[in-house]
């Protein structure tokens, strides 16, 4: 489980990296260069946690993940709606919702594995009686699961977090920018009337 865990992790990271950068563009210059930095951070750390057996920097990432969320709520209390662009924009509420609940999501993933970490640590030096029993190392790894309940596991978990994160992207200003020209989210119908030459002269 630890695995699926982990990469559900990275998924998360991901995401949240990529609604950040996206809301980059019409934030005021201040809060653009932090979502920049915040989002770039994430996503570094989203593909490094993909790549290592561990997540890299479990504790300050835990932290560094309740940042962008505690600085956005205090955004909204402090500043009010419509003051810092699509951060605390009433219409573009959704993008940076979805970026907290990752963020959320990601503190709470990696609070259980430094629990977990934390119980094998004790058990190895309960049973351990060696003079280095206190520097056993700590281990985020759970026995292997089934090759195929891995995959389903990690299938289900990026589409869930791409079905979240599709939509929140499209509705920043970013994704709104990619959208083919003229295309507003609204149909319009052009009636063209052909003359066939059937008036009187």
Known sequence: MSAVLRTW???LALGA?????ALVIGSPLPVALV???VGAAEFVWGVIAFVRPTPPLPMLARS??????IGWALLLVVAGADSFGPLTSTAQLFPMLIASLFDLLIALGLTALLRRAAAALAANVSFDAGPDAASAPTSFDAPPAHAGRYLAAVFAGALVIAALTTPALAATEAGQATRAPGTTGTTTTTTTTFDFGGHNH
Do not use: I, K, R, T
């Not at 560094?64 to 969320?69: D, K, Q």
């Open 9 to 11: 992790l990275g998924f």
């Open 17 to 21: 990296g990529l609604l950040h950068l």
């Open 35 to 37: 979502l920049l930095l």
């Open 64 to 69: 560094g993940a309740l940042v962008p969320v």
